[in-house]
């Protein structure tokens, strides 16, 4: 099977999400998968004139040594809001020529407006398209002045699509909120590799980093949102003065600044580490140094309904949660399943304080690791296959 996948996310710096897990396992399988991306982060590089011009990465891979995929990234003019302009004129060319030269059984969309291009040529040459959703995608568009049709776009996505995939319950109710088919909904949840994440080294990294037996390491890890609560967990470290908690942050974004400002202002330099993202090899061992995961996050429009795969990735290294009420989370993860609730994120500290004095951490790690032993990625994949090749008949 030939697989054209279209998103508006950089493939080889942001995640590994769903869609890398499940296209790389796919690649292993025999199936032939081409990505076309969106370089989203441009802002951030060093600039190279103001046209980009069409790149193809060839055996990309972030999660799987033998997962190979195909990233081509089309030209875009980088500038504010011409690039989103130049996006809908190359993509759409590119995607024709994919069409043509590649000859896609199936084509895939994780955006939205390259979605729409795809998902019109798509019916145009009598392709399956199936439309998955991780985010609610037009909170994610930067610019709120543009929310408003990135809403109407998706939503025409969602209507028109021959099948939407999201990846939680609470996700799929957004999708028949916006017009989806209800019939046509489906929910893949996230998986793990439990044999990846079941690590018992927890010491060389606690070393590396100069923390004792006796330190209780709280772990976030992924993108350093602004809404990410993590201000706000550091200014309650600060707060409560001496104790044995240290907060490890591994990772990236917009708050980094502010959040090393914290530590030199509040002289919280042993007891706030940050280190940049690692590759996913590596993540197993920062997650086995830590002792309670969090997902400190506001409760906005953005996050009310998604579920994070680093939730699962914690859970199956037996790492008890500590997140705040976030109808998504609560809805896939339930009470006594090794996810912990608060109302704010300045009530993960007294909660990690509160779990550490009542002796309740190693029961909340079983309960962790026995909730999310069912959602193997050979089992995903297996079901995300098998709706592919439905598509296909």
Partial sequence: MRILVVQESDWLEKGPHQSHHLVERLSKRGHEARVIDYEILWREHEKKGIISKREIFENVHKVLNDGSVTVIRPSIIKLPILDYLSLLHTHRKEIKRQ?????PDVIVGFGILNANIALKLAKKNGIPFVYYIIDELHRLVPQKYFQGLARYIESKNMKNADKVISISEGLREYTVQMGADEGKTQVIRAGVDLERFNLTDRDSVRRKHGVRDEDVVLLFMGWLYNFSGLKEVAMELARLGKCNIKLFIL?????????????????????IIMVRWKPYSDIPKYIAASDICILPAH????????????????????KPVIATKLPGIMKEFGENNGVVYVDRPEDVIPKALELIESGTIEELRLRARRFV??????????EFENILLKRNP
């Fill in 99 to 103: 069409i043509e030269e590649f000859r």
């Fill in 251 to 271: 990772g990236k974004g917009d708050l980094w600044d502010t959040l090393q400002d914290i530590k030199r202002e509040y002289k919280l330099d042993t007891r």
């Fill in 299 to 318: 409760k906005n429009d953005i996050m009310k309904n998604i579920v994070p795969i680093k939730v699962y990735e914690y859970m199956a290294a037996g």
């Fill in 373 to 382: 032993q069912r959602f193997s990625w050979d089992r995903i994949t297996d």
